[in-house]
């Protein structure tokens, strides 16, 4: 039997990325049928297909209860990778947290909810972004002294959205050796890439859908693996996750950034539509597209 598998996007999106047409060729030259399918699209037959992938659904942060809603819909029906559960844990950041009381080494993080109240860190910069977000939404990068009341407007707007805000230490390191994503598939290290600082100095809050992004290939260092492998590990004693672990991740992807003393840290753990970089795997994307794929014609069948 062909597998018939959905790529869920958005409705901006109904072509998928650069990933997607990549891995449209590496699931059809495995024998299945795959598709982009508008995850907000209500004619989809989610039923009608053997597997859903989450892939370029890059408004979900603005309605995130909805597309939850859609994910447990879609899991009751067929099955949807990620799992709703582990869309769930990682939509919200707050997730850092957890994995930081575990003992992961994770971007030092102050965390304010709806009526706390934003104070100014001691010194240096910093960064003020929600939990719910992607594509360095209304993530902005501020100096102690400079910025304070933009910086204090920018936190209260978020809070009195009833969002959850975070603040960090800006990771300065960032700047001349960027952030190193490690892409996994089926719980397995595929392939990384270093991204580009984002956030401008002084800039406004970033706006657009995604910031635009400086991307290579990269090496990751031993202890980039390490952490890795590591951030994997500890999801199957996630109690949210219900047991599930690395092996039951379709796709993963671990975003490194140097901390202040130049080890690597975790800024993000991308379980929900992560960019894949399939087409930086070293060579023309195809080894990268092929692994993923195969763990996609495996979770189909
Ligand atoms: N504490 C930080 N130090 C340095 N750069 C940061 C920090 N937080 C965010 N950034 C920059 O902003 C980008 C977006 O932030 P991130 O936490 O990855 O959120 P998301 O990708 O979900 O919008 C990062 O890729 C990084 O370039
Ligand atoms: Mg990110």
């Not at 037959?45 to 859903?52: H, I, K, N, Q």
């Not at 100014?120 to 993530?139: F, N």
């Not at 199957?236 to 690395?246: F, I, Q």
């Amino acid at each position: 039997m062909t597998a018939r598998i959905a790529l869920a996007t958005a409705a901006a999106f109904p072509d998928l990325d650069d990933d997607g047409s990549v891995l449209l060729s590496a699931l059809e030259s495995r024998g299945a049928q795959p598709e982009p399918a508008v995850w907000t699209d209500p004619r989809v037959d989610w039923a009608s297909y053997d597997l859903v992938v989450v892939r370029c659904t890059w408004d979900y942060h603005e309605r995130r209860e909805e597309f939850l809603a859609w994910a447990d819909r879609v899991g009751s029906r067929t099955r949807l990778v990620n799992s709703p559960a582990v869309l769930r844990w990682n939509t919200h950041k707050g997730y850092l947290r957890e994995l930081a009381e575990a003992g992961l080494p994770v971007v030092d993080t102050t965390w304010l909810e709806p009526g706390d109240h934003f104070a100014v860190p001691a010194a240096g910069e910093y960064v003020v972004k929600p939990a719910v977000s992607a594509g360095s939404r209304d993530t902005n990068r501020y100096v102690v002294g400079e910025h304070n009341e933009l910086a204090a407007a920018h936190a209260s707007g978020l809070l009195a959205a009833g969002r959850t805000v975070m603040v960090q230490p800006y990771l300065d390191q960032v700047d001349s050796y960027g952030e190193t994503a490690l892409l996994c598939v089926g719980g397995e290290f595929s392939h990384a890439i270093r991204k580009g600082p984002l956030l401008e100095p002084n800039g406004a809050p970033v706006t657009g859908a995604y910031k635009e992004e400086t991307v290579e290939v990269r090496v990751p260092t031993d202890e980039e693996r390490a952490v890795c492998e590591a951030v994997l590990d500890k999801l199957g004693s996630v109690p949210a996750l219900d047991g599930a672990g690395r092996a039951d991740l379709a796709y993963a992807r671990v975003d490194l950034v140097p901390g202040p003393d130049g080890s690597p840290v975790l800024l993000e753990l991308e379980l929900t539509e992560p960019s894949m970089f399939l087409v930086y795997d070293g060579g023309d994307g195809s080894a990268a597209a092929g692994r993923f794929a195969d763990v996609l014609v495996a979770q189909a069948s």
